[in-house]
């Protein structure tokens, strides 16, 4: 099989191991690591920060979708006019 579609399944394998942390809500393996990898050792002022913070992303993810989904359209209008 070749490697990269090892390493995916791999990750495929990992990512289902993996659930929501109760407290900041990104994902991490509750069997191997007993406490969250991102919010383990924050502060209730650190983990504000980082909520803040992947709202961010989360916010800049949303709007790369709206305009590449907005290019599509575009491109398939131009293509079928
Ligand atoms: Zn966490």
């Known amino acids: 099989m070749p490697l990269y579609i090892e390493d995916r399944l791999r990750w495929i394998r990992e990512m289902r191991q993996k659930s929501p942390c109760k407290r900041c809500g990104l994902l991490?393996?509750?069997?191997?690591?007993?406490?969250?990898?991102?919010?383990?050792?924050?502060?209730?002022h650190e983990l504000r920060e980082l909520?803040?913070?992947?709202?961010?992303?989360?916010?800049?993810?949303?709007r790369m979708g709206w305009?590449?989904?907005?290019l599509a359209?575009?491109?398939?209008?131009?293509?079928?006019?």
């Open 67 to 70: 305009i590449f989904a907005a």
């Open 51 to 62: 909520l803040a913070q992947k709202e961010v992303i989360i916010g800049d993810l949303r």
């Open 28 to 44: 991490y393996n509750h069997h191997i690591k007993a406490k969250c990898p991102d919010c383990g050792t924050l502060d209730s």
């Open 73 to 81: 359209l575009g491109c398939t209008l131009l293509f079928f006019w």
